[in-house]
């Protein structure tokens, strides 16, 4: 299953705010109306953005070739914090001299390697927690095929953990304020068939204090040269609990998320979103936090595992 | 303000559920209705709790006698993790054999003893913090005189302060899943006039790692003679993030939350609620968490302060 993909000459995409009640699926052909679904997190996970990224430039070059370069410039700026839009965006306009036929083909590679490198993640992770007796995991936010085209990065490990029969039970974060966890990680879980409690994101910490959780695994945002991870705001307390309780805290995602150019968490720019998603008052709402990498056990990608707390950098 | 009093015979309190869209007072005049007021939410708050016991074991007095150490096992029973309310309730049973006056009027002491605590608290921890220039403080559930009969614990804090002049912000958790951060503290620091923002409770420990906060300050439903201590889920991430980034987590709390026969947090039952508050669908609703006292930079009752991180015990 593909959360977007491009279908008939048109962007289609499944619109996640109105899951789990309603399964609505979009056909965009105008990159504006992509900008707008990016923004108000139609479609959103930092996989599935750089997807979202690379075909928003496709459906440009498709329309006008003129307009091209700033469809492009839109799509990059619709959300900061993960480093895939972009990314995603200015590998496929990169081909805009060979033309549109062109563009659209490399817009399909970022599909396809989205997809494949989730796969291996998944294959990788299991590989990594799955040595013994079934394991109860934590996560975070949602990071299914909702987030990543196809399978998953931190749900690709639960998925291919129970697909070897591994899994005993998942909890899962709600994800305040848009319920990420609670929306779409249950519904993803719920149709996996695995065993899983949603928890208060307050809850999560005290759960793993309690003994209750053998491993915390969470995506990605962007990944900072040092092993600084930048992920759904509410990552950081779990890595804090899961370094106190000594259980490892993973984290995974695709290459495409490591930012080499970004030494440290501190240069990573987090977005502030409206305060209303919070509450109807004065509030704060940022959207994403940074787990310092001495508290981040491992790195799993579709190509390697790094050790950030032993000192490896990526 | 008062949450709970005793009015012309009957208890009166504000129904906290309906706050703040609506500010609806009950007058309650059977026992069994104040045990319902106590298990959903209507009422609570450790102190506020403690009263209720008092005046729910006076009510029963003042209608049938015979009736009052069957109220009394219900009243103390209708929550488990405060130790306030069986306090509240038992110390009022101890003068039935004195007749209903007796027991009314150990129950208006009970009243007047928390609020002057509540009061004693807030000046007590304002001296603590309020050394130098205004300070940002973070917040978790609702501390202030909705939670304990009048000012507040944690709130009663920021209340002398205020007064003081010495608060720049207040940042309140949201404090999931009843969210009595966004509903009823906010509701108060805006009463007070205090500058705040609501945040997310996972946002809590990012908001504090990147330097917007001088200190937590929290409330606590039974400190442990070691210091350990239990509060609303959500509580004991803060004071990870808190140890992390060098600043104070302070409790505030009145005697009567200290439980001395409780040797550690181990012993502390944690209330589990009905996961539909959470999702509808599966989900694990515990009701509070335990901070160890290694964490715990102070303790501030209406008599003393104790510094648990400093290996003091209570």
Redesign the interface.
């Known amino acids: 299953m593909r959360c977007i993909d491009w279908v008939d000459g048109a962007v289609v995409l499944i619109d996640q705010t109105l899951l789990p009640a309603e399964e609505r699926w979009l056909r965009i052909t105008d990159p504006d109306e992509l900008v707008d679904a990016i923004q108000r997190l139609a479609v959103r996970g930092a996989p599935a953005l750089g997807a979202a990224g690379a075909l928003g430039v496709a459906l440009a070059a498709a329309r006008d070739l003129g307009s091209v370069e700033a469809a492009a410039a839109r799509l990059r700026s619709a959300r900061p914090t993960a480093v895939n839009l972009a990314r995603g965006a200015d590998r496929v306009l990169s081909r805009l001299p060979d033309g549109p036929a062109a563009v659209l083909a490399e817009a399909r590679s970022v599909l396809e390697e989205e997809a494949s490198a989730s796969r291996a993640i998944g294959e990788r992770g299991a590989d990594l927690l799955g040595g013994g007796a079934p394991v109860r995991l934590l996560t975070?936010c949602n990071t299914g095929w909702l987030a990543t085209v196809e399978w998953g990065t931190a749900l690709g490990i639960v998925t291919v953990l129970h697909e070897r029969g591994l899994v005993e039970r998942v909890?899962a974060?709600?994800?305040?304020?848009l319920l990420q966890g609670?929306r779409l990680t249950?519904y993803e879980l719920?149709a996996l068939g695995v065993?899983?409690?949603?928890?208060?994101?307050?809850?999560?910490?005290?759960?793993i204090?309690r003994g209750l959780v053998d491993a915390v695994v969470v995506g990605a945002d962007r990944i900072a040269a040092n092993g600084d991870v930048a992920n759904?705001?509410?990552?950081?307390?779990l890595a804090?609990?899961a370094a106190?309780a000594g259980i490892p805290f993973i984290v995974a995602a695709p290459e495409s998320t490591v930012d080499p150019a970004t030494a440290t968490g501190a240069g990573i720019e987090i977005e502030a979103r409206d305060?209303a998603e919070?509450?109807a008052?004065?509030?704060?709402?940022?959207a994403f936090?940074?787990t310092p990498a001495d508290l981040v056990t491992a790195v799993v990608t579709e190509k390697r595992t790094v050790r950030p707390a032993e000192g490896e950098s990526l």
Chains 1, 2 share one sequence.
């Open positions: 975070h909890y974060d709600e994800t305040r304020p609670a249950a719920a065993d899983h409690r949603v928890i208060a994101d307050g809850a999560a910490a005290s759960v204090a759904k705001v509410g990552t950081y307390p804090l609990a106190r305060p919070v509450f008052g004065p509030a704060y709402n940022p936090d940074v």
